[in-house]
Structure formats: C-alpha cells, structure tokens
C-alpha cells in the first residue's frame, strides 16, 4: 500500500500528465485548424513534419516509448536527396531527434530513394524494433492530407545490406528522405 507521500507524489504527476495531455490536444487542434485555413487558402505545409504541433505529437511519443516502451534510444542515419524538399524535411525529422535524444549521422545519398520518407533496416534487434516504431508513430501521429502519413518500411537483406547499415552492427536504422512525392 503506498504512503501518503507516495499517493500525493503519485497524484501530482498523474494532474501533470494530464495538463501536457490538454495541451498537447490543443496544440493538434490549433494544428488541424491551421491547416484547413491554410488548405482553403492554397497554402502547403512543405512536408509532414513542418508543423510545430506535428513535432510536439511525435516527439512527445517518441519520448514516451524510448522511456516506457522497452525500446531506449534508437541510432538514425538520415539519407537524403540533394533537393530543397530533402533539406527542409531532414531539417525538421532533426529538430525531433535532438529533442528526444537520438543519435543521428546525416548523408546525401549515392543511389535513388523512394519519394518521400522510407525506413530500411536489418531484420533483427535492435533496429528491428526501433524500425516498426517508427513507422507505427508516424502513421499514427502525423496526418499528410487528411490521411495518416504513409511510410514504406524496407527491410534489407544479408546479401544486400547498405555499407553505413552494415557498419552500425544491426543497431541503426535508415531514414531515407526523397524528393517531394508530390512533384
């Protein structure tokens, strides 16, 4: 049975869990009504992670699960297009992995990327796990056009490993970012 200084810490926690959450919830709100306005006006985000609203979600969860979820920080490798579309959305994925922490290594590709953002990682812990997170966060935290963003996840073979992946030892996972999707 906790003591009564456990019930009161355990109280005041749980009241500030549940402001972050309303905020949070506001900040999406204010996100979604931003973009409407922005949509009825012809405006486009640049990407899906340009929204200050979209970060605070992901990071919040990234944060939580890298705490929580059994699965502590994940190593990145950003491989980007040499586009302006690459350069402002690896800018933005940054912003969110240096506030939850996660260490990032950033290279211009040598070889084509699929549009938009793909993961590709090894079969096997940890990149594994840090892989299907990630994908499973951004589908159901960042809304593209009205529909959660679509990410296609690769996973590479032992014959067919990419040299940056093959030398991380299985602990890293890619985060190819191509050219705009839509172009």
């Known amino acids: 049975m906790p003591s009564g200084a456990n019930e009161q810490t355990l109280s ?16 999406l709100r204010e996100r979604d ?16 992670l340009h929204s200050d609203a979209v970060k605070w979600k992901l990071t919040s969860d990234l944060a939580y699960v890298s705490h929580d979820g059994g699965i502590k920080k994940c190593k990145i490798i950003i491989n980007k297009d040499s586009t302006q579309y690459s ?3 690896t800018q933005d994925l940054k912003d ?15 070889y084509p ?22 994908s499973q966060r951004l589908s159901s935290d960042v809304k593209w056009r009205g529909a959660p963003l679509a990410v296609q996840v690769r996973w590479a073979m032992s014959n067919n490993i990419p040299s940056h ?19």
Do not use: H, K
Request: include cysteine; aromatic fraction near 6%.
């Open 165 to 183: 992946l093959f030398s991380c030892g299985g602990g890293c996972i890619e985060i190819g970012i191509g050219d705009d999707p839509e172009q």
């Open 96 to 110: 969110i992995l240096n506030v939850v922490n996660w260490q990032f290594d950033e290279m211009v590709s040598d």
């Open 33 to 48: 009504s931003t973009n409407q306005r922005l949509a009825a006006l012809g405006a486009v985000m640049p990407n899906p």
């Open 87 to 89: 350069e402002t959305y």
């Open 12 to 27: 005041l926690v749980q009241a500030q869990l549940r402001e972050v959450q309303a905020q949070r919830d506001q900040a």
């Open 113 to 134: 990327l699929p549009r938009g953002m793909s993961i590709t990682s090894v079969n096997q812990e940890p990149a594994q796990g840090c892989a299907q997170m990630f």
